[in-house]
């Protein structure tokens, strides 16, 4: 008989409606229960895409035995962390300072009245060596709880003292310079991968936002070392597993520290920013290569993220039919089968599949011999071998549609939505993809038409319900995703709710007292404490970008409450980002914002208007990240609301004009292509 899950629309939630375990979604009704009947509270949390979430379901939360010890010593809560990020925040603080871990599946345990007091994430069933069974896990808490409450309770207050020390806010730094930029790259040359790219130890994961940061040091020092860090990891990535050779997109991240074998999942987010970086290595090298990798991903996106609505979906599963990567994995014989013995030859060199494989027998797509050596030792020319490898690549692909797939996670996220937009508005506009473009305006309509409460935005969208308030990185991502699709479009539309959005944003998470922005909106209850997380880890932090988001639109509106919040913002967190860089990507590519010098360009001219198309192209043709762009039809230049950067601006002999500024003030006009191009590579 399902369990009170069923009800939900979350796609992890459901997945465990039929547990045997009486589980609550998070309620006042679930804490209050708790409180009633006197027992403590089981908190688990995970995502749909997680495998070791599945791992856990199957071996505990599906057993008989295991749910009736959880039912009858606990009130059991299952949360989707990405539905709740909030409680995700505060119970990774919980784990970490309990622990010194964390991770998904998220296992803690409260007191009735809502204190931590234990916790852990993955837990086997039984006993293994150097790790608790759960079963243990559930019987110990439980007489924790019931024999040494006192005990317990002195653990659940320190606890809550350690939490405390992490809200602490840092001294801020009066005027970041450029030192912090020096020291965050001499720290990332350090322990950067010389053999395989990346960073650290396995697990590996992208960084994308790390690599945004080099090839912007790169940019700003002229220090070749950054761009060649830059390119050796992005082309490792691209040839190891983490990529799917077949149908494009990128997996979660690698186990091993040469991109082979990963964890099959793939997120929305994660495709997003590594398109994006993969994007801005095209705009700084111009390597065909890149774009190759750009539209490979945004197709994938296209394909089998894209709800017919227009909003971007959550995630694929890493397992179908109850393995881990099964849908994406070869044999030999599954191969040959596909391709005939001849071209299996091939692509078996081609792909490095072998009779052992890398998992349970089974091989991982990557790429393990270059096409120009395959070419030469089969006597046929580079363009014959492109080509042929090509059509194994489609023939594998259409042979691989026929298996079952793995799950999808159908609900649609505000921030990982603008992430995605702001992707394809920016490829839109380099490549001259309107469909790109289009993509990125329809999902900005989704969202404003289905998450926007005509005053703020919600966090999430499934079965035609938006539901929990926005947090504070919903409304910096999606700002940011809608100022890019204003530069690729130049509707006015798009900037105008940017700014809307922005207004709300400082309203209701700048917290004038202790200067900082929360992740929780001022006016809405928290549990345990209200969580700031400035960190930027698979995606940026809302804070960072909330400061980046400010610091674009006060150069665009001359507003001073933008730069104030947002140098107060980056203050902060200047003394730490350098010495820490792999948590503050995104910080730092916003201190080199700060620094610019930053053009600020205004074009004014009919959207539509090719010449009008001409001038944003060459804005975007090269890398130059440092930048703002608006733009305006001639007659709504002077139109209430319009922004400080386009007024008193018209175009030059009727034709579409551009104007390039640095600090509100302005060179002579220009309305073609050469002269826009000239002004800026000067």
């Not at 069923?6 to 979604?25: F, R």
């Not at 040839?239 to 964890?263: C, E, K, M």
């Not at 400061?547 to 933008?562: D, V």
Request: proline share 5%; charged share 25%; glycine share 8%.
């Amino acid at each position: 008989m399902p369990n009170r899950l069923a009800t939900e629309t979350s796609p992890y939630l459901l997945q465990h409606a039929d547990n045997p375990v009486d589980w609550y979604p998070w309620s006042d009704d679930a804490l209050h229960h708790a409180k009633n009947v006197d027992k403590p509270i089981l908190v688990s949390l995970g995502y749909s895409a997680c495998h070791w979430c599945h791992v856990m379901e199957k071996e505990s939360f599906e057993s008989d035995e295991i749910a009736r010890i959880m039912n009858r010593e606990f009130v059991n809560i299952k949360v989707d962390r990405e539905e709740r990020p909030d409680l995700d925040a505060v119970f990774q603080d919980v784990v970490q300072v309990m622990t010194g871990n964390g991770g998904w599946p998220l296992t803690v345990f409260l007191t009735p009245n809502g204190r931590p007091y234990y916790g852990g994430t993955y837990f086997p069933p039984e006993d293994r060596p150097g790790i608790s069974g759960f079963r243990r896990v559930l019987l110990q808490s439980a007489e924790a709880y019931h024999i040494r409450r006192n005990e317990v309770e002195r653990g659940a207050q320190q606890v809550e003292v350690a939490l405390a020390r992490l809200l602490t806010p840092i001294e801020p730094v009066e005027e970041p310079t450029d030192e912090v930029l020096h020291q965050a790259y001499h720290a990332l040359e350090g322990t950067f991968d010389t053999h395989y790219g990346g960073f650290g130890l396995p697990p590996k994961f992208p960084q994308p936002m790390v690599l945004e940061f080099l090839l912007r040091y790169w940019l700003r020092s002229g220090t070749n070392r950054a761009l060649e860090m830059v390119e050796f990891t992005l082309q490792k990535m691209a040839a190891g597993g983490i990529r799917d050779q077949i149908g494009g997109g990128f997996h979660r991240y690698s186990t091993d520290n040469r991109w082979l074998v990963p964890h099959f999942e793939k997120m929305l987010y994660d495709n997003a920013l590594l398109s994006r970086i993969y994007l801005h290595a095209y705009q700084a090298t111009h390597k065909p290569f890149y774009r190759e990798m750009v539209e490979e991903t945004l197709d994938y996106v296209l394909r089998e993220m894209t709800s017919p609505s227009g909003g971007f979906y959550s995630s694929q599963d890493a397992d179908s039919e109850g393995v881990e990567g099964k849908f994406y994995t070869w044999t030999p014989e599954e191969m040959t089968a596909a391709l005939g013995v001849n071209r299996a030859r091939i692509a078996r060199k081609y792909f490095g599949i072998t009779e052992r494989g890398r998992l349970e027998g089974r091989s991982v797509l990557h790429l393990a011999l270059e096409p120009a050596v395959l070419a030469r030792n089969g006597n046929a020319s580079l363009s014959e071998m492109l080509a042929l490898l090509e059509d194994i690549r489609q023939d594998l692909f259409n042979e691989r549609e026929q298996r079952i797939k793995p799950g999808r996670d159908e609900k649609i996220l505000t921030n990982w939505n603008g992430l995605m937009m702001r992707c394809f508005a920016e490829a839109g506009a380099t490549f001259g993809r309107r469909d790109y473009v289009e993509a990125a305006a329809s999902c900005a309509r989704f969202l404003q038409d289905n998450l926007s409460d005509g005053d703020g935005v919600f966090h999430t969208w499934k079965d035609n319900q938006a539901k929990v308030a926005g947090f504070l990185e919903d409304y910096s991502v999606l700002i940011e995703g809608l100022q890019s699709l204003h530069e690729a479009t130049l509707e006015r539309r798009w900037l105008t709710w940017a700014l809307s959005l922005a207004n709300t944003m400082v309203d209701r998470f700048w917290d004038s007292a202790g200067n900082q922005f929360v992740d929780v909106r001022l006016d809405q209850p928290v549990f345990l404490m209200r969580p700031r997380n400035v960190n930027d880890g698979a995606t940026s932090s809302g804070t960072s970008a909330a400061t980046f988001a400010c610091l674009r639109l006060a150069l665009i509106t001359k507003e001073a409450r933008y730069e104030a919040v947002a140098m107060s913002a980056l203050s902060s967190q200047a003394s730490v980002i350098g010495k820490r860089p792999l948590g503050f990507g995104y910080w730092l590519s916003a201190l080199d914002f700060h620094l610019g010098p930053v053009r600020q360009i205004a074009i004014i001219g009919p959207p539509s208007d090719p010449k009008t198309e001409e001038l944003v192209g060459v804005v975007v043709e090269r890398y130059q990240p440092n930048y703002v762009l608006v733009g305006s039809e001639p007659t709504e230049v002077n139109l209430p609301g319009t922004v400080a950067l386009l007024r008193d601006k018209s175009m030059t002999d009727g034709l579409p004009t551009a104007f390039v500024c640095e600090g509100f003030r302005c060179g002579k006009p220009v309305n073609s292509a050469a002269a826009l191009r000239s002004l800026l590579q000067d």
